[in-house]
């Protein structure tokens, strides 16, 4: 599994070495580097970029994190967790679809304090001691969250919700109409109440279709990053000892079921909308 680390750093220095240390043991294939960051907390708390890799699809999870730190952390020290004081919707939302829990921010935001740096990362390991190991040596604290797309399976719930609301619309319109077909009396009232019932579902059919094209563009993306990190993971894998191929070899196999779950998650959650838009 993807894991998102952090690893804080008393000077930029420090900071610098760090990140050559993980390319260090990416080279050695302990662990697979998808894509860094380099960053700064100031004496305001607020967290800027100093240094940015420029990694396409790979980078997609990464980038989310980094850009939702950003926005999160930058109201005053203290106030980024809890009442979540100058933290923007976008920064909340961001963090929220890749999956970060409040454990993990309020780690970072002990831990990344103002004056400090950090190393900001997507990689995936087998095993902490190698990272740890290393970034120790460097006076480094890490900070770990595995990355998990909560977001895939709350569309598939949505869609379910979606679904099941738009039905008890629906059969409430019939209903409607049979009971102005039996009485018709109070007819404006009955063609007021048809209206509202027939904009509502007009409504949740927009969203459902509006989940649909979310749920596209997610696979889409989702395809592009495994595409990315198989590529990754090849160029990685070539010229590697034996030993160190076949852990390769299994993150490859790692990479590939974590789509595949994402994918069919995704998968249905088109499949419930489309049932759902069947029928007018």
């Not at 390319?23 to 708390?45: N, P």
Request: hydrophobic share 40%.
């Amino acid at each position: 599994m993807s894991t998102f680390a952090v690893m804080v750093f008393p000077d930029e220095k420090k900071a610098y070495e760090g990140l050559h240390a993980l390319q260090q043991l990416h080279a050695e294939g302990s662990l697979t580097v998808w894509g860094t960051e380099v960053v700064a907390r100031g004496t305001d708390g607020r967290i800027s970029i100093l240094k940015r890799d420029d990694a396409g699809p790979l980078g997609t999870g990464l980038g989310t994190l980094t850009g939702g730190l950003v926005g999160l952390f930058g109201g005053p020290v203290g106030a980024a967790i809890g009442a979540a004081v100058g933290a923007t919707a976008g920064a909340v939302r961001d963090l929220f679809h890749v999956g970060v829990s409040e454990e993990f921010l309020t780690s970072v935001e002990r831990v990344l304090a103002p004056g400090k740096f950090a190393v900001v990362a997507e990689i995936h390991e087998e095993w902490i001691v190698p990272l740890d190991t290393r970034m120790a040596a460097l006076g480094a604290t890490v900070v770990r969250e595995d990355r998990v797309e909560f977001e895939d399976s709350l569309l598939e719930k949505r869609v379910a919700a979606r679904k099941a609301h738009l039905a008890e619309l629906k059969a409430r319109r019939q209903e409607q109409k049979k009971e102005r077909a039996r009485e018709r009396a109070g007819e404006k009232a009955e063609e007021m109440m048809q209206k509202l019932l027939t904009a509502e579902i007009e409504d949740t059919r927009e969203k459902l279709e509006s989940i649909a094209e979310k749920s596209e563009k997610r696979l889409d993306a989702s395809k592009e990053e495994l595409e990315a990190k198989m590529d990754a993971l090849l160029a990685q894998a070539a010229g590697a000892k034996p030993e160190v191929r076949q852990r390769i070899e299994r993150r490859m196999a790692d990479v590939r079921s974590e789509f595949s779950e994402r994918e069919q998650k995704l998968l249905r959650a088109k499949e419930l909308t489309r049932e759902a838009l069947q029928h007018p």
